[in-house]
Nanobody, 124 residues
Framework: QVQLVESGGRLVQAGGSLRLSCAAS????????MGWFRQAPGKEREFVAA????????YYSDSVKGRFTISRGNGKNTVTLQMNNLKPEDTAIYYC?????????????????WGQGTQVTVSS
């Protein structure tokens, strides 16, 4: 069982930056693929970024590529999402997710564990 706790969401102006963190329980963190998803009001939850287990690669959605950076601290059991040049359309609840399975990274059902989410609001 893995527990995930996100933090760092807040109100920020367009063009600003935020750093989200996700703390994971468990002793085998490096064996988990970690993902970030977001859900805006009235919309479906969508893939943002992911880091495969054991250094298997990092991937981003086209909408955030070049602006967001996902990184993981395996020694600290954390995964962060650095978000730069934020836009109003980035406003959403951001969720951290984890899985030990080999999956298609953008598919929600591939992830077995989810955090409670953290609200990011970008004002214009």
């Amino acid at each position: 069982q893995v527990q995930l706790v996100e933090s760092g969401g807040r109100l920020v102006q367009a063009g600003g930056s935020l750093r989200l963190s996700c703390a994971a329980s468990g002793r085998t963190f490096s064996e988990y693929t970690m993902g970030w998803f977001r859900q805006a009001p009235g919309k479906e939850r969508e893939f943002v970024a992911a880091s495969r287990s054991r250094g298997g690669g990092i991937y981003y959605s086209d909408s955030v590529k070049g602006r967001f950076t996902i990184s993981r601290g395996n020694g600290k059991n954390t995964v962060t999402l650095q978000m730069n040049n934020l836009k109003p359309e980035d406003t959403a609840i951001y969720y951290c997710a984890a899985t030990a399975r080999v999956i298609s990274l953008w598919v929600l059902s591939g992830y077995d564990y989810w955090g409670q989410g953290t609200q990011v609001t970008v004002s214009s």
